[in-house]
């Protein structure tokens, strides 16, 4: 059981570059979300998907895109890159069955120069 | 939407002495509390959480406070050790919210042998 996977976990790229980072998870969790960490900011919602098919944006979503076409999988992507996403960011997933604790991906460090 | 304010946002503390870290919400309906734990380079980690039906748990050296009708709830660890050094999160969930926490800023926990 790997529990959520992300992959990289270390990027660099250029300005204007696109990309999209991975995540995938074997518990059966319908929901999955992506956070991006800055210094001082805690973890601030990118987007989220409840299922299968369906998703929505959190409170950072500009420059950013998912699909959610399996349980499993939540890919982001970045479409043309600035420094200002410049973060790192953790996949999570949590089951909906009542209020319980979200787990999270090892995380993907990403510099943009 | 939930706005969650966490101090402070640095704490030093002597190994031994206790560490206590508030939270406060603003959404009422919020029912779901839970703390994470992040090590350096780490991803976070879920260390206690709290349901709005209880006023306080406790887990060995950690324990959580809640107080609905003001809103706010903290985090308590007690003799402190240097592997409790690490950035501490505290966050905010409710029923209808999709998998969705709102995360307090973090507050970096030193402690001092």
């Known amino acids: 059981n790997a529990g959520v996977t992300q992959t990289p976990k270390f990027q660099v790229l250029k300005t204007g570059q696109s990309m999209t980072l991975q995540c995938a998870q074997d518990m059966n969790h319908e929901y999955m979300s992506w956070y991006r960490q800055d210094p001082g900011m805690g973890l601030r919602l990118i987007h989220y998907?409840?299922?299968?098919?369906?998703?929505d944006q959190g409170e950072v979503p500009n420059g950013y895109n998912v699909s959610r076409s399996t349980t499993e999988d939540f890919p982001l992507r970045l479409l043309s890159a600035a420094p200002s996403q410049t973060s790192v960011y953790f996949c999570a997933s949590r089951t909906p069955t009542g209020e319980t604790e979200a787990f999270f991906g090892q995380g993907t460090r990403l510099t943009v120069v | 939407g939930e706005n969650v304010e966490q101090h402070p946002s640095t704490l030093s503390v002597q190994e031994g002495d206790s560490a206590v870290i508030k939270c406060t919400y603003s959404?009422?309906?919020?029912?779901?509390f839970p703390w994470y734990k992040q090590e350096l380079g780490k991803r976070p980690q879920l260390i206690i959480d709290i349901r709005s039906n209880v006023g306080e748990k406790k887990d060995q050296r950690i324990a959580v406070t809640l107080n609905k009708t003001a809103k706010h709830f903290s985090l308590h660890i007690t003799e402190t050790q240097p592997e409790d050094s690490a950035v501490y999160f505290c966050?905010?969930?409710?029923?209808?919210?999709?998998?969705?926490?709102?995360f307090g800023a973090g507050t970096q926990v030193v402690v001092t042998p």
């Open positions: 959404d009422s309906a919020s029912n779901y």
């Open positions: 966050a905010a969930s409710k029923t209808d919210s999709w998998g969705k926490f709102q």
């Open positions: 998907s409840v299922g299968a098919g369906i998703t």
